[in-house]
């Protein structure tokens, strides 16, 4: 089935070390999104790339980078992880016809100690 | 922000009865849709209501949309025990190729 799959589920890393999520799709989707979600709070916009083109929200901290080398993967680079870094990171993907269709990944869960 | 509202921030109902979610927005919009998440899982797509739509039903699961007032709701009816879950709300702004989250419903359904 195509999907949106991200790696790992479960990430724990030390604070101020930098980590890489990856997040890749089977849809051939031209836009992707990578999405913070603190707990209990609301999946918040990091940024997304309308096919190779960076776009990235105003309150974005500049801690958070991403990378998109093909149609197919996405990564979200920490550089310097915080403890208020602890998150559910989420990818989404979507075509760019305004028809709607999101297709969310299962997240990854970061922890930083 | 185009993030918009969601009320209540909680709901703790009985098996069997109704719950009603509701969701303001700030701007125009090509569709909105409801998400639900259950605590520390993904996302999960419920239902896509578009602007020129006004009511859409899946299921026990019934959504309205008022552009004019910029808001939506969401309807279960007969919930269940397995309903409990966070319910968001989505605008897929217009122009914008992004899909913004309101901050969420804790519902919570009792046997």
């Known amino acids: 089935d195509a999907m949106v799959i991200q790696n790992p589920r479960y990430q724990v890393t030390q604070f101020g070390k930098p980590v890489t999520l990856s997040c890749s799709q089977t849809?051939?989707?031209?836009?992707m999104y990578w999405y913070q979600q603190k707990s209990s709070q609301a999946p918040k916009l990091l940024f997304h790339?309308?096919?190779?083109?960076?776009?990235n929200e105003a309150d974005t901290p500049d801690n958070f980078q991403s990378r998109r080398p093909n149609t197919s993967f996405c990564f979200l680079d920490i550089r310097s992880p915080g403890l208020g870094d602890a998150a559910m990171y989420l990818c989404?993907?979507?075509?760019?016809?305004?028809?709607?269709?999101?297709?969310f990944g299962s997240g990854t869960r970061l922890t930083v100690v | 922000s185009q993030q918009g509202e969601e009320d209540p921030q909680a709901l703790s109902i009985q098996e069997g009865e109704n719950a009603t979610m509701n969701c303001s927005y700030k701007?125009?919009?090509?569709?909105l849709q409801w998400y639900r998440q259950n605590s520390g899982r993904g996302l999960v797509h419920l239902i896509l209501?578009?602007?020129?739509?006004r009511e859409k039903h899946s299921g026990r699961l019934r959504v309205t949309l008022d552009t004019s007032k910029k808001s939506s709701s969401l309807l279960i009816t007969a919930s269940r025990a397995a309903d409990t879950a966070s319910y968001f709300c989505?605008?897929?702004?217009?122009?914008?190729?992004?899909?913004?989250f309101g901050a969420g419903t804790r519902l919570a359904v009792h046997p």
């Open positions: 790339y309308y096919d190779k083109d960076f776009n």
């Open positions: 989404a993907t979507s075509t760019s016809t305004g028809k709607g269709s999101y297709t």
């Open positions: 849809l051939n989707h031209n836009v």
């Open positions: 209501i578009r602007s020129n739509e």
């Open positions: 701007t125009s919009i090509n569709n």
């Open positions: 989505a605008t897929d702004a217009d122009g914008y190729n992004k899909l913004i």
